[in-house]
């Protein structure tokens, strides 16, 4: 067996276990946010309590959920997120580049026997990084600029409320719209990257993988639909209540 398909592989497992990081990440992101939609349904959207501690009793469930990060414990995992998700970058562009190189050049055999389809996929998952990426950095000017990055670095001013956050987001209509547009990005990117991963770690066989891609799909959608209605409802508070 030639070295380069052992070497294929493990940059593909680097790229699967830190997309299943990643995903951990957006599934704790997500609930925390979506915790924002059921505080308006108990009527606590928007509820801070005056004293700006920590699990005050008068915060709203969406306050809490910003308050866990703040713990110590968000406090060493944002620096091992941030390798995970330059790992993954990183990696997502080396295995694009061989991909490209690989459909066009020499090993020619290989390129077929996975067909046009993944190298399709391939350049698609590049550009849906790239996409994700762009549109991360402008919502982390939205949210973290205004929350982690003043309370572990001192930079910027802080804001304790973090509905006020939502509201000043989504409350336009473009900002939503924008928004929107990287949810499905990102569904397209997770669906593929299951597909990917589960394929990357083996398990292919012929049930079990139709089944796994299946269940990729709901995962990316539970995860998306955690997020688009955190956004859709913070347009609708803005908008149209109080
Ligand atoms: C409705 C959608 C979203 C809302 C309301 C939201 C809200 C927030 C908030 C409030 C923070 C600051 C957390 C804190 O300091 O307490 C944050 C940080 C962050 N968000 Fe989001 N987010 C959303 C979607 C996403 C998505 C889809 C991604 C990834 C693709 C993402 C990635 C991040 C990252 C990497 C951070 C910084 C690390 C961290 O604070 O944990 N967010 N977001």
Request: proline share 2%; charged share 10%.
């Amino acid at each position: 067996m030639p070295n380069a398909f052992h070497y294929s592989i493990g940059r593909k497992l680097i790229q699967a276990v830190s997309g299943a990081f990643l995903v951990l990440f957006l599934l704790l992101h997500g609930t925390i946010n979506f915790f924002s939609v059921i505080d308006s349904f108990k009527g606590t959207f928007g509820s801070v309590a005056d004293d700006e501690k920590l699990f005050s009793a008068g915060d709203g469930l969406f306050k809490l959920g910003c308050d866990f990060m703040s713990t110590t414990f968000i406090d060493i995992m944002v620096p091992i997120l941030a390798l995970g998700l330059l790992i993954h970058i990183i990696y997502g562009i080396i295995i694009s580049v061989k991909n490209i190189k690989a459909c066009g050049g020499l090993k020619r055999y290989e390129a077929q026997s996975v067909a046009a389809a993944d190298s399709w996929a391939a350049k698609n998952m590049f550009v849906l990084g790239i996409v994700i990426l762009g549109i991360l950095f402008f919502h982390l000017a939205h949210f973290w600029a205004k929350m982690q990055l003043p309370e572990m670095f001192g930079v910027g001013n802080f804001e304790n409320n973090p509905y006020l956050l939502l509201t000043a987001t989504f409350g336009k209509w473009w900002m939503l719209v924008i928004y929107l547009i990287w949810f499905a990005a990102i569904w397209l990117h997770l669906c593929h990257g299951f597909w990917s991963m589960f394929q990357t770690v083996g398990w292919n066989n012929q049930i079990w993988f139709k089944r796994l891609k299946v269940i990729g799909v709901i995962v990316a959608t539970l995860i998306v639909l955690l997020f688009v209605s955190t956004a859709v409802n913070a347009f609708i508070q803005a908008n149209f209540i109080a």
